[in-house]
C-alpha cells in the first residue's frame, strides 16, 4: 500500500532563516505530487504541484520554492522565511494517469518567529 | 474560477443523531470531482467521500451520504449516527476531471459532537 511521510513534523524558525520541508511517497512510482498551506482558521491554498521529477509548477507567486529531485520526493523551500510564512503545510499525491482523487501526508506544523 | 463556499462555519450534533453539512460550488465545467475531507485535531486530511459530477447517484461510505444536486451546484454532507470521532473539521472541495488536478477547497465547518 501507499504511504506519505512528512518531517518535520513541527519546526519554529527565526524570521530571515531558511527552510526545508520534506515529503516522500512509498509504494507507488511516478505519482503527481503537492504542497498546500493552510493558514490558521482557513482552508487549503495550493502552492506548487508536480507531475514528474524536475517538473514544479507554481499556484501563488511567494517567499517559497519547491523541487522535485527524485520520483517521489518533493521539498519545499525557502531562502529566508517571512512571518506570513507560519502555518500547517501539507504535502498530497494522486495517481499519475489517475489523479482523481489526492490523498495527504501528516503535515508540517510551522511557526516563524 | 472555480469557488467553494460552505456557509456553516460551526455546527454541533448529539451523539446519534443526524447531521447535514452544507456546500455549494460555483463552476462552468460539465466535468468535475466533489470531495470531503476530514480534518480531525491530529491536522491530517482524511478523505470522507468522492462524488463524479457525472454520475447521478449520490455516492455512500458507510455512515457518510452526500446529496448532490449539479443543477444547483449544491454537494451536502449527512452524517448518520454520528459518533464522538467525527468531532473535526469538515471541507468541501472541488478538482476539475482534465488538466491541472488543483483542489478548490471551502473554508471548512467545524463539527462538534456532543456526549
Known amino acids: 500500500s501507499q504511504t506519505i511521510h512528512q518531517w518535520p513534523a513541527t519546526l519554529v524558525q527565526p524570521v530571515g532563516s531558511p527552510l526545508s520541508l520534506e515529503c516522500t511517497v512509498e509504494g507507488t512510482s511516478n505519482p503527481n505530487l503537492y504542497w498546500y498551506r493552510q493558514a490558521a482558521g482557513r482552508g487549503l491554498q495550493l502552492l506548487f504541484y508536480?507531475?514528474?521529477?524536475?517538473?514544479i509548477s507554481s499556484e501563488v507567486p511567494q517567499n517559497l520554492s519547491a523541487s522535485r529531485p527524485q520520483d517521489r520526493q518533493f521539498i519545499l523551500s525557502s531562502k529566508k522565511l517571512l512571518l506570513s510564512d507560519s502555518g500547517f503545510y501539507l504535502c498530497a499525491w494522486t495517481p499519475a494517469g489517475a489523479p482523481d482523487t489526492q490523498y495527504f501526508g501528516p503535515g508540517t506544523r510551522l511557526t516563524v518567529l | 474560477a472555480q469557488t467553494v463556499t460552505q456557509s456553516q462555519p460551526e455546527m454541533s450534533v448529539q451523539e446519534a443523531e443526524t447531521v447535514t453539512l452544507s456546500c455549494t460550488y460555483d463552476t462552468s465545467e460539465s466535468n468535475y470531482y466533489l470531495f470531503w475531507y476530514k480534518q480531525p485535531p491530529s491536522r491530517q486530511m482524511i478523505l470522507v467521500i468522492r462524488?463524479?459530477?457525472?454520475?447521478?447517484q449520490n455516492a455512500t461510505e458507510n455512515r457518510f451520504s452526500v446529496n448532490f444536486q449539479k443543477a444547483a451546484k449544491s454537494f451536502s454532507l449527512k452524517i448518520s449516527d454520528s459518533q464522538l470521532g467525527d468531532t473535526a473539521m469538515y471541507f468541501c472541495?472541488?478538482?476539475?476531471?482534465?488538466?491541472?488536478?488543483?483542489?478548490?477547497f471551502g473554508t471548512g465547518t467545524r463539527l462538534t459532537i456532543i456526549p
Open positions: 508536480s507531475v514528474g521529477i524536475g517538473q
Open positions: 472541495a472541488f478538482m476539475k476531471t482534465f488538466g491541472n488536478e488543483k483542489l478548490t
Open positions: 462524488q463524479e459530477a457525472y454520475k447521478q
